[in-house]
């Protein structure tokens, strides 16, 4: 199977900052990447499909991006609407598998 | 508007049986492919399987092959996930969600199963 290693598992940052979080892929999965917000007790929700592209109706502050095995979602300007936790996913290879998570903070 | 609602959940014992449902509403059904995540308490998430338009491809994830049966009705626009041998490591939210080239655009709000005596 597909690793998905995905860094932090949580961080804190302050309104205004930018923010990145990463996947590394333990093989080749193309741009098979997608990300997900969840925000608590819902279901998460498509941010950007494809390693870099951004689903109808997200903010243009949500960015992502592909560095050979590395995949990162860069959130611009965080606003407290963007705490939650982030996922993303390889949907390359079956089985299809997800990331460990990351919860973002906003202080 | 695409609607997602699972159905099914609940308390079941160890061992037993259990079958969720996934009624689709406003889009095509029989277009899409589906699928089925869970997500365990205060962990990510896990993808369990999909299936596709006309129930001739179906992928699972390999820990829960045999155990776990995804279907889908196209005339009653609902997919089905039939669970067997339920254990307390089952206890999740279930999540059925659909996928085309862009993957699980569309999630439904999640049913929780416990496994539990």
């Known amino acids: 199977d597909i690793q998905m290693t995905q860094s932090p598992s949580s961080m804190s940052a302050s309104l205004g900052d930018t923010v990145t979080i990463t996947c590394l892929a333990s093989q080749d999965i193309g741009n098979y990447l997608s990300w997900y917000q969840q925000k608590p007790g819902k279901s998460p929700k498509l941010m950007i499909y494809g390693a870099t592209n951004l689903e109808d109706g997200v903010p243009s502050r949500f960015s992502g991006s592909r560095s050979g095995s590395d995949y990162s979602l860069t959130i611009n300007s965080l606003g407290y609407d963007d705490e939650g936790i982030y996922h993303c996913h390889q949907y390359y290879e079956y089985p299809f598998t997800f990331g460990s998570g990351t919860k973002l903070e906003i202080k | 508007e695409v609607k997602l609602v699972e159905s099914g959940g609940g308390l079941v014992q160890p061992g037993r049986s259990l079958k969720l449902s996934c009624a689709a509403s406003?889009?095509?059904?029989?277009?899409?492919?589906m699928g089925w995540v869970r997500q365990a308490p205060g962990k990510g998430l896990e993808w369990i399987g999909e299936i596709n338009q006309d129930s001739s491809t179906i992928n699972y994830t390999p820990s829960l092959k045999d155990k776990f049966t995804i279907s889908r009705d196209n005339a009653q626009n609902t997919l089905y996930l039939q669970m067997s041998k339920l254990g307390s490591e089952d206890t999740a939210i279930y999540y059925c969600a659909r996928s085309s080239i862009i993957p699980f655009d569309y999630w439904g709000q999640g049913v929780m199963v416990t496994v539990s005596s």
């Open positions: 406003g889009f095509s059904f029989n277009d899409y492919w």
